[in-house]
């Protein structure tokens, strides 16, 4: 197993600048606004002599009440599953009451602690941590994330006396299933942290009854019955005209980011809630990636039997875009219908990989056109050849024929429709692709023998004296 080495400190000191140069990756949320970070980030470095893995956290306050209490326990879970715990201080603002405090909780966790002085780009290495001895954690190390100097001597640092990683027999995947990448996405505070707490069995992620909770994408591996999956928790969507902090603006950059990495996307609607034209929107913009996708109405369990038909029948109206899409009633907070929601993820990615081949593809081409031939274009009918894959997640059929620039949009639907049900395709979205066959014969002109052209003479007098003799 890989060292773990756990980045802790009071807020705003740079631990997820720190994570980023390491990890060097953008992985992590940065702005200049304490306490930015809620989650456990976790990400990997070959910063040093050797590899390990990063763990960013949400800064430590004094005081800890409502969502800066669940973030302190995340810290602390952090620093008990560590081998190394890094404190970051601000080398410029020297130590402060804050860091005294966050030194306390390390010196009870038991935890080997090495003080990282961050921002001393301007100051001298000696005299940067000199302020920091009395945290009784040793010499500090001078560094400068954001530009990342003075990284290597740290981890040089950090991981000395750790044993070396040892091989674990068959961890190279024999036997194994390829990782699915889940995005859970939707609107503020509609359930998407605790869906991935309760999926997981625990605590993983700060979830709090306050829109906004979550701010930066995590990261979360995790198995289910032998199937390796990677959980992507996701920053609330919310409607252009409301989104005025910079932050969020940038969570939800990253939210599409995460979607495009996805493989399949869980959308997550509030049942207490209509469907409102935001929701329709950011499930429409999943369609348009081609991500695979399963709709979890959550909370549920709170509706009245008697509402319950009133919000399906809004569903089918507002989603009515969306057919291929799976739709899942849940209980995040109580676990009701998750199972069956984790199916319909494999079965939705299963449909978006699919190999189709070009036989069956082509012989389901041919009966659909028995069943509807394609509409006439000036007279001419518009004829479909074959079909072959031509890519997958989401799958992509291209049709080959004649005069394909001009087939309706609704006979394309009805081909989408056709070979959904052929193979099966539920929970993926699919794209159909018309390519005109090249003619052969264009450009060239037919080049007639003498005869031939005394005939076509001959035709054209012929002709002319019929029109003169009306």
Known sequence: M???????????????????????????????????????????????????????????????????????????????????????????QGCVPADLHVADVLRRGGKTVIVVANKAESLDPEIAGVDF???????PVAISASHASGLDDLMQRALEGLPAPEPVPGEAGEGGHE??????????????????????????????????????????????????????????????????????????VKTLQAIEQANVVIGVVDAHDTIAEQDASLLGLIAEQGR??????????????????????????????????????????????????????????????RELPTKELTDALEHAISMHQPPLVRGRRIKLRYAHQGGRNPPVVVIHGNQTAHVPDAYRRYLENHFRRTFRLQ??????????????????????TPRQERKRKRLIRNKRAGKGKR
């Open 2 to 92: 890989l060292p773990v080495v756990a980045l802790v400190g009071r807020p705003n000191v740079g631990k997820s600048t720190l994570f980023n140069a390491l990890t060097r990756t953008r992985d992590a949320l940065v702005a200049d606004v304490p306490g930015l970070t809620r989650d456990r980030k976790y990400g990997y470095t070959r910063t040093g002599p050797r590899g390990c893995v990063v763990v960013d956290t949400g800064g430590l306050v004094e005081t800890t009440q409502g969502v800066e209490r669940l973030m302190a326990e995340q810290t602390l879970k952090a620093v008990e599953e560590a081998d190394r715990v890094l404190l970051v201080v601000d080398a410029r």
């Open 133 to 139: 001895h009395q945290l009784g954690f040793g010499p």
């Open 179 to 252: 990782e699915i990448r889940v995005a859970v996405v939707g609107r503020p505070n509609v359930g998407k942290s605790t869906l991935i707490n309760r999926l997981l069995g625990e605590e993983r992620l700060v979830a709090f009854d306050q829109p906004g909770t979550t701010r930066d994408t995590v990261f979360v591996p995790f198995e289910r019955d032998g199937q390796k999956y990677t959980l992507i928790d996701t920053a609330g969507v919310r409607r252009r005209a409301r989104v005025s902090e910079a932050i969020e603006k940038f969570s939800i």
């Open 292 to 353: 695979a996708l399963v709709i979890a109405v959550n909370k549920w369990d709170g509706i009245p039997p008697d509402q319950r038909e009133a919000i399906r029948d809004g569903l089918d109206l507002r989603l009515d875009f969306l057919g291929f899409a799976p739709v899942h009633f849940i209980s995040a907070r109580h676990g009701t219908g998750v199972g069956e929601l984790m199916v319909a993820v494999n079965s939705a990615y299963r449909a978006a990989m």
């Open 427 to 448: 929970g993926t979205p699919m794209r159909i692709e018309f390519r005109t066959d090249e003619n052969p014969y264009a450009g060239r002109r037919n080049v007639l």
